[in-house]
């Protein structure tokens, strides 16, 4: 019995881990190319979702203002009872039920009460709203405009976010396969240590130190690949898909030297930077406000048409009447609301053209800043490079008179920490000029 139980429990065991195994056997690794990131960062970015809502609702703002040149159709129902003697002469003619038998039997100044259906259908046509509807339409478009520029500004950050996580990644990726291999140079180099020391060329303390160097290298790549997982981690999250998903980032990057002029990207700037035509509108719809409130001022004109059915039934047709009104308004003191309204609009006005011109000092040094970034990143690389290849052309030299012997172990571990640290710098500058130069697209708003 306790044969079978062990065989059932082996046998379990042996299916789990094959299961497990094959499971991830099944688990594709998906190539991911910059461009398909940016594409299914766009698709599930919440932030541009939230953005493309706001530019829906201001695309309303002007449909809303054209909405005012159309009529206005209202339908309402009057229930009145009334023993006004006037009113009541009035209602009975309105429901064209009026005798004069009926009049000749009461007393036409204390009349029996009367009942009154009211069905009234209103149509009210603006003729003239001294330049309210125009200046409303006007200023509905501009932030429909504004609410495009936005919406496309953040596609902008969306997509910079995207490349930088990208570059990022690829990073990551390269610094794990320098220190791998790193690892197995200093390896190498260790076994030599081992080897020179089993044959009392070098003393003990002379390999200690080898070994304690390939372990420090170890360590650090250790850190590599725990920052590569990270990086990939955080590219998921920026692109919105689950964590689990896993990707072969297939995209290459190598130093392009290529020359960018200041004046003109200053200039470019200001004239490709969706934010900041976005706010220009803004400044455009205020001046438009201004003139809306100040339609107050001047006189309105309406043409009214009314179609009356009176009945002492609710809802009844029987008395039926039309009217049709030409209605001039003129509105000469309403408590300086019109005035205080008028100085909210140009206070408002001066505020958004105090930002804008903010905005242009401050995007004129956005692109400063990142230009001059850029060229120390250029810089940086070109020392970086030259300076790799001194440290890999001494650390050769090294390892050849290490060989033969005339070459300290200590000499060969130094050329080993200058060539790492030449060829983490050269990396590290190579992707510091890719990420300047987008941030350098996103900053004069040509990032694609």
Known sequence: ?????????????????????????????????????????????????????????????????????????NLNEILMRTNNPMETFALSLSQENFSFESLMITDPNH???????????QVIQPLYMGGKITHGIKAGKKMAE??????????????????????????AKKYVELMDKVVQTVKAHVDMAQAYFDTGFIMEADLLQAKVFLGDVQQKKITAENNYKLARAYFNNVIGVDQSRDFEFVNDFKFQDKEYNLDKL?????ENRPDYKEL????????????????EYKPKLFLIGELNYHDKQFLGT???????????????????????????????????????????????????????????????????????KQ???NLKLREERYKKGVEKTTDLLDADTQYVKASTQKLHALFDYLKAEENLKFMIGKIK
């Open 1 to 73: 019995m306790k044969k079978i139980i062990s065989f059932f429990i082996l046998t379990l065991t042996f299916a789990t881990v094959s299961t497990s195994s094959f499971s991830q056997q099944l688990k594709t690794v998906e190539k991911m190319t910059v461009e398909k990131a940016i594409e299914i960062a766009l698709k599930n970015s919440p932030y541009l979702k939230a953005v493309e809502h706001e530019k829906n609702a201001a695309k309303t703002i002007e449909k809303e203002a054209k909405s005012y040149r159309l009529p206005q159709v």
């Open 111 to 121: 009349p029996s009460p009367i009942n009154d259906s009211i069905t009234q259908l």
């Open 146 to 171: 504004a609410g495009e520029k936005k919406y496309e500004r953040a596609k902008q950050e969306v997509i910079f976010k995207t490349k930088t996580a990208y570059l990022n990644v690829v990073l």
């Open 266 to 270: 200053l200039s470019e700037a200001i």
């Open 280 to 295: 220009s509108l803004k400044v455009e719809a205020a001046k438009h406000n201004i003139s809306i409130e100040k339609s």
């Open 318 to 388: 029987q008395g039926d009447s039309f009217k049709i009104m030409a209605v001039a308004k003129f509105n000469l003191f309403n408590g300086f609301k019109t005035k205080n309204r008028v100085l909210r609009a140009k206070e408002q006005y001066d505020s958004y053209s105090k930002y804008l011109k903010q905005m242009e000092e401050g995007i004129y040094l956005q692109v400063k800043q990142a230009y001059f970034n850029l060229i120390e990143a250029k810089k940086r690389y070109k020392v970086a490079e030259l300076a790799e």
């Open 391 to 393: 440290a890999k052309d």
